[in-house]
């Protein structure tokens, strides 16, 4: 249970869009349209036919496990430096979408942290981590968020909406997004042929309505069992014999890329 137990926040109800007040036990929109919390002060905002909706349940257990492992190792802090150093004027709401275990919020500093992701395990996780935040199971493609509530949205890795950003983020709001570059991690990569690489690098460029982009790249040399934990928290590991294993030297290729909300 979260310290900060109550007041209004930047969560809509996904019924009827109206803003929702957290007590201790539930969320309650002014339709009297009713979620309850869960005892690590989540709440789960998925409902109906959006469930039906979501083709992926998101990140299992496993990989979210594998996921704090390796970043407790510190071999992505550069990346989270990056984005903290991204967000670090915003003053107000910041929404973490697809937030997976947590790991990138506590490294930024503010007051009003959201997160959401599909994966009820990821958001659980969240909860424990970070319990002064706010996290909801929910999609990226429907945010249950507030019109312009948001002084700040990131996504690292997750899918994401940019005319959802738009809604969500207030007048001059800012968001961020980290995604692969062209190298990433290709030592782990399945070896393919040039036509699919060529492709591959195209998929690799910042975003087209990014106003900002650096690219920040790395090596890592890894102990094998951390080489294990990262291979095992990307889609990489759907790709490749079971049982190859993984290199522990890689490099890191990322776009950190940001833009403004007009
Ligand atoms: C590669 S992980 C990145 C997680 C976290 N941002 C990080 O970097 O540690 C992708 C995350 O997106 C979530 N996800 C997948 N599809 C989603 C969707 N449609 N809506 C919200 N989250 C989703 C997964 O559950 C997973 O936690
Ligand atoms: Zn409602």
Redesign the pocket.
């Known amino acids: 249970m979260g310290t900060d137990i109550g007041g209004f926040t930047v969560f809509a109800c996904p019924h009827c869009t109206k803003p929702l007040h957290l007590n201790r036990h539930e969320a309650r929109c002014e339709n009297n349209h009713l979620f309850d919390r869960s005892r690590d002060g989540y709440i789960n905002l998925v409902v109906g036919g959006r469930l039906a909706a979501?083709?992926?349940?998101?990140?299992t257990a496993e990989?979210?496990r594998s996921?704090r492992d390796f970043?407790a190792t510190g071999s992505?802090a550069p990346i989270a430096s990056a984005l903290a150093n991204a967000l670090q004027h915003i003053t107000g709401p910041v929404l973490?979408?697809?937030?997976?275990?947590?790991?990138?919020f506590t490294h930024i500093n503010s007051s009003e942290k959201y997160g959401?992701?599909?994966?009820k395990k990821?958001v659980q996780m969240a909860s424990k981590l970070l319990p002064d935040a706010h996290f909801a199971v929910?999609?990226?493609?429907r945010l249950p968020v507030v019109d312009h509530s948001c002084a700040a949205v990131f996504?690292?890795?997750?899918?994401h909406s940019f005319e959802e950003y738009a809604r969500v983020l207030k007048q001059g709001g800012t968001w961020v997004t980290?995604t692969p570059g062209p190298h990433h991690l290709q030592q782990m990569r399945p070896k393919r042929d040039q036509s699919i690489d060529e492709r591959e690098e195209r998929r690799s460029e910042p975003p087209a309505q990014a106003q900002h982009a650096e690219r920040l790249q790395f090596e890592l040399d890894l102990s094998p069992s951390t080489a294990t934990d990262l291979f095992s928290?990307?889609?990489l590991v759907w790709q490749t014999a079971a049982d190859a294993s993984p290199t522990t030297h890689v490099s890191v290729d990322v776009w950190v890329s940001s833009g403004t909300s007009l």
């Open positions: 979501t083709t992926t349940s998101g990140d990989s979210l996921r970043f992505y973490d979408v697809g937030c997976g275990e947590g790991y990138y959401i992701d599909i994966s990821a929910a999609s990226a493609f996504s690292v890795f997750a899918p980290v928290m990307t889609p």
